[in-house]
């Protein structure tokens, strides 16, 4: 008999009327925008795809970003939606459509970067009539300077909002969002870091209140009653003399007479790490803001960052802190996560693990990215994956990430997958972070792939060893080989003590490690294990041959990192490890001097190497051989599932 349906968690579930529209659940999607965009500022197929998929996946809201309303004086990045440009308007009405023809409201983050427009970018020449703009005369840090703006310039700002406000409508939107956080212009004039105007702009509370509230009003007059408004604006600054919870609190109070959703985010123009919190942060750390803000106001309020794990959101729901949840990276994730909460599939949600591979390329390479999700980036191409023509017996060696990933994908697409993995458990190398907190989400990532796999209809072997023998009497019509990476081991004498635990044995081992531990390799690897032991109450003295360390984070994670070590950890560099002894390591500096740094234990992290005898010895077993993840290359988990994914999609 089938079991009648009751959501686990009806708050998350249950519709929001907003003036003329309801939502159907309260999981949204959070402003992210990306590069993908025509140099006039249009969209591509590839970005209205990319928000379509936020769509399918059933969030409530999806909000594109960031549309720009003053494409001169406005950039707050190289590429975005340029408001100004009539042609624009044919690619937001196909993407309002993407998003709404799966029952999601469209909606659109409008934005002005002010003084911090990012058109210094461009040569002099380039750079015509542009004017560097903001509610004060400054100097920025990068020595720019900003003017004050005139009375003109603040009408014609407020005007601009208006009509990107109507184009968007026109193009179908259901409602808009008024950026007036992070640092953007409506927030240099929220700021009394940023606005120190005499005038009816600046000076008390209310008076840096204007410009926003001006804005609102002129956004409301075009957009009619009943069309929603959502302003997102930060509940705070990290710098003294900034926003203030109390500020954020009394605007939110004068904003809901003209906004029907509070988006209650945090952070300033230099607070990347509020705003974005990092895996070092708790999960919905900045939730409080929100559950503040909606003690004094009566319109919805919406909360962001670090959120993912539908228990704590609906916890978030149920004792009111706020009234709808956004999530930005989550959905990168896993854009079906609102889906599989109504659908009571959370097991099947893969969590954002907050690594910032999403941020971090966007930055390097104007590319969008997910480590653990490879279909970001290619959401248009996959809309034309054709079926296999003839689906295919595969065997994987190797139930890491990057072998997890090729059998979803493959049996997914038909084929009839085998995966054996030499050890007892799945997971490969991110098992040796089960206990390490900030990384909580890889296990959870190995139960979402396991999960994955036997809905998709994976056999799974465990103890087995893919030999050639193996390989030959299983007779597959491919192999993928995926049998990842070891340890390397740097000839140091003392390497073969007792004490010596290496990086990969960081949970076999982990109840042998002393209270005093060097760390021999500054690497992302070295580095986070070592402030997992330090976190775990350890003393830690991370050693590293060259002048920095953590050199292979990404530019986003890495000052978060960073910021970690040095606040609980010691960190040595420019030191080669000439022996290792019972009572510690000794170490030389350049000037040829020997010092010992003492520990009952060493933890060697000085890098991988790939299992290549095992992988050449695999060649040339079945028609088809693929070799994937860190026994190609040792990678952060990123290079494994995009590999992987890639290579099940070609067979
Ligand atoms: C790749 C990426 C792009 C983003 N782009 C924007 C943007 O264009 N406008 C904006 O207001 N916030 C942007 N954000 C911030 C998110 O909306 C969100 O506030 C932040 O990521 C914290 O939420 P999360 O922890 O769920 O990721 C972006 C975030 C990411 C990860």
Known sequence: MSVPYKPRYPLLCAPLKVGKVTLRNRMCSAPMGFPDLTEDGCLTEGAIAFYENRARGGAAIVTVSEACVDYINGKSHGRLINLQNPGVLAGLTNCARAIRRHGALASIELNHAGALSDFDVLSEKRR??????????????????????????????????????????????????????????????????????TDEYGGSREKRFRFALDVLKAVRETVGPGFPIEIRFSAMEAAPGGI???????????????????????????????????????????????????????????????????????????????????????????????????????????????????????????????????????????????????????????????????????????????????????????RCETNVPFKSAFPKYIATMKRRMELAGVEVRLNTPVTPEFVRSFAPDALFVAVGAEAMRPPIPGLDGENVVFGTELERRENEIGSRVAVIGGGLVGCESGLYLALSGRSVTIIEMRGEVAADANPRHRPALLAELAAHTKVRTGLRVAEITPEGVVCESPEGGRELIGADTVLCAAGLRPRTETVDALRGTAPIVEIIGDCVKPDIIRGATWRAYHAALDL
Not at 140 to 147: N, Y
Not at 173 to 194: E, K, N, R, V
Not at 295 to 312: C, D, F, I, R, Y
Not at 328 to 348: G, M, Y
């Open 128 to 197: 015509g009539g542009r004017e560097r703009f903001g509610p004060s005369g400054m100097t920025l840090p990068g020595g720019e300077e900003v003017r004050e703006m005139t009375a003109g310039q603040i009408a014609e700002a407020i005007d601009r909002f208006a009509s990107g406000a109507a184009l968007v409508k026109r193009a179908g939107f259901d409602m808009l969002m008024i950026h007036a956080g992070h640092g953007w212009l409506i927030h240099q004039f929220l700021s009394p870091l940023t606005n120190r105007r």
């Open 244 to 430: 203030t919870l109390p500020d954020a609190v009394a605007f939110a109070e004068a904003a809901q007479t003209y906004a029907d959703i509070l988006h209650v985010s945090a952070g300033g123009e230099p607070d990347f790490h509020i705003t974005h919190p990092p895996m070092f942060s708790e999960p919905g750390c900045n939730v409080r803001f929100a559950a503040e803000i909606k003690k004094h106001v009566s319109v919805p309020v919406a909360a962001v960052g670090a959120l993912n794990e539908p228990e704590q959101m609906e916890k978030i729901l149920a004792e009111g802190q706020a009234d709808i949840v956004c999530m930005a990276r989550a959905l990168l994730a896993d854009s079906e996560l609102p889906k599989k909460v109504e659908q009571n599939r959370t097991d099947e949600i893969l969590r954002c693990i907050r690594c910032f591979t999403c941020h971090a390329e966007r930055m390097l390479t104007q590319t969008r990215i997910c480590a653990l999700n490879p279909q970001i980036g290619r959401e248009y191409e996959a809309k034309f994956d054709a079926p296999p023509t003839r689906p295919k017996r595969l065997l994987i060696a190797g139930g890491g990430p990057g072998g997890m990933q090729a059998a979803v994908t493959a049996a997914q697409r038909g084929h009839s997958v085998t995966l054996c993995e030499a050890g007892d458990a799945l997971g490969g190398d991110l």
